[in-house]
């Protein structure tokens, strides 16, 4: 497939693909050169030859990957541009994790910006999110339907903290997904004023240390196979999703579950996975933040990918852009 006034990027079965650059982004298989957004496994897949990304990126794929993590790599600092074939490439935070960013690709006078995943709302895990002017906007559109408006997070954070001193004879249970995720919960709590341990399923242990060596502050926070469980009462556990309803989860008894995710929104999610507290706390663009992106990178293109395109781009073309669905494969944000 060409994208219109931008015919040297196109889409292959392994993702987007710059000809002049001879590259690809967040490619899904291994390839020669790669340019990667962020460090979630969909975006960032082991064994590339080479990969270009931010220090925290390349840092969490090692961590995750050892040594397929790449052959090599080059490091990208934010908002400082590089060339490669005459092509003019700018990283630029994208607020949505740790080293996370948008990419913007100049080439024959025409900007392209890719952004990966994104959020505007504020983080203190990790740079904010920056807009750039372009003339083609690729967008994620993971929450890319009307219904999905995010509350406040410090709100999320509130009904987390009423339900430990409401059961307070409980332990509670809450899935979060290991990067990102745990870490902005951790720092949520802190900033809310709570200052107990707090105990972490050993799979979210290094990225969390990796998070700390940065310099996020997150208060006393121990191995959950530190706990003693006779001392057991209303302590925050943080774990996986996926460990919610496994035999890890078991040893507690009566515990309250919860789940940290944009998809709490969806009652039948809620249902589905047994979960009692759902805490909608979402790492991506909502509906309206997506919409006033577009119309502050104020392209003459956006192209819509990763999410429930249909209606984004139903409503971006109401309002005048030239807008498509790319339908890259592929990257899911399950745990997002
Ligand atoms: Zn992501
Ligand atoms: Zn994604």
């Known amino acids: 497939m060409k994208l219109t006034n931008a015919n040297w990027l196109i889409k292959k079965k392994e993702g987007l693909y710059c000809i002049p650059g001879d590259f690809y982004i967040d490619p899904l298989y291994p390839v020669k050169k790669a340019l990667i957004t962020h460090a979630h496994t969909d975006h960032a897949r082991p064994n590339n030859h080479f990969i270009l990304g931010t220090k925290e990126t390349i840092e969490i794929m090692k961590i995750r ?136 399923h050993g799979a979210l242990m290094k990225i969390t240390d990796y998070y700390v060596s940065e310099g996020l502050r997150i208060g006393k926070v121990k191995n959950a196979s530190e706990l003693n469980l006779s001392e057991l009462k209303n302590q925050i556990i943080l774990c996986p999703p996926s460990a919610l309803h496994d035999k890890w989860s078991r040893k507690f008894k009566n515990p309250i579950k919860g789940i940290v995710s944009g998809w709490m929104n969806i009652r039948q999610r809620i249902k589905q996975k047994n979960i009692q507290l759902p805490l909608i706390i979402s790492d991506h663009a909502d509906w309206n933040d997506i919409l006033l992106t577009t119309k502050e990178n104020n392209p003459e293109k956006v192209l819509v990918t990763h999410g429930r395109e249909e209606a984004l781009v139903f409503q971006l073309n109401k309002l005048g852009y030239d807008a498509k669905a790319l339908n890259l494969l592929g990257y899911e944000d399950e745990y997002e």
Not at 74 to 83: A, E, F, K, M, R
Not at 155 to 170: A, G, M, T
Not at 176 to 183: D, H, I, N, P, S
Not at 195 to 200: P, R
């Open 65 to 200: 990957y050892a040594k397929s993590y790449c052959t090599n790599y080059q490091v990208i600092n934010y908002n400082s541009p590089l060339t490669i074939n005459n092509i003019d490439i700018t990283f630029v935070p994208a607020g949505h994790i740790l080293g996370s960013s948008q990419i913007l690709i100049k080439y024959n006078g025409c900007r392209v910006l890719i952004s990966g995943d994104y959020k505007r709302v504020e983080d203190k895990t990790c740079k904010s999110y920056q807009n750039k002017k372009c003339d083609i906007f690729i967008t994620e559109a993971t929450f890319g339907l009307p219904i999905f408006s995010h509350p406040f997070d410090k709100d999320e954070i509130k009904k987390l903290l009423e339900s430990v001193i409401k059961n307070n004879e409980k332990p509670h249970l809450i899935g979060v997904y290991a990067l990102g995720k745990c870490q902005r919960i951790l720092s949520l709590l802190r900033d809310a004023g709570y200052d107990e341990t707090i105990y972490l």
